[in-house]
């Protein structure tokens, strides 16, 4: 009898990090489809941030978690979910680091347009991220390119 609850703790941390890939990725999907123009470059950023991010090596893996958000976020549209998950697992550092992320996405194409903006402002809100660390974020993205 315990040997089975022993076994099953010991998955948790897996499926613990898979939810913590997919609500990243969701939100960087989210912020490639908010002007209605998920391209090559973003798609292309964002398979590079979760490769680095949660070190994967599987391309395809990453590309299947693109599509499944992606599905999700058309049909659904609830980024709740996964901002719970983010703040519910991820020290303030690293949902500033999240911020940056989406910053990196929304910024590929060299402009940031006023949906992109908002999305973040109220991803930022949601994980407790403040205006203050938003704009860094953003600062600190638009220097680097």
């Given at each position: 009898m315990f040997k089975s609850l022993f076994k099953n703790t010991k998955k948790t941390p897996a499926i613990k990090e898979d939810?913590?890939?997919?609500?990243v990725a969701a939100l960087l999907v989210e912020a490639a489809l908010i002007d209605d123009n998920f391209d090559k470059n973003e798609k292309d950023i964002i398979i590079s941030i979760i490769k680095n991010?949660?070190?994967m090596k599987?391309?395809?893996k990453i590309t299947q978690i693109i599509k499944n958000v992606q599905n999700d976020i058309e049909?659904?549209?609830d980024l709740v979910t996964y901002t719970r998950t983010?703040?519910?697992n991820w020290d303030l550092d690293e949902r500033v680091n999240i911020i940056?992320?989406?910053w990196k996405v929304c910024l590929v194409d060299g402009k940031?347009?006023?949906y992109e903006d908002m999305l973040i402002r109220r991803?930022?809100?949601?994980?407790?991220?403040?205006?203050k660390d938003r704009s860094f974020a953003k600062r600190k993205v638009q220097s680097s390119k």
């Open positions: 939810k913590k890939v997919i609500a991010t949660f070190s599987d391309e395809k049909s659904h549209g983010i703040k519910e940056e992320m989406m940031i347009e006023p991803v930022a809100g949601l994980i407790y991220v403040t205006d």
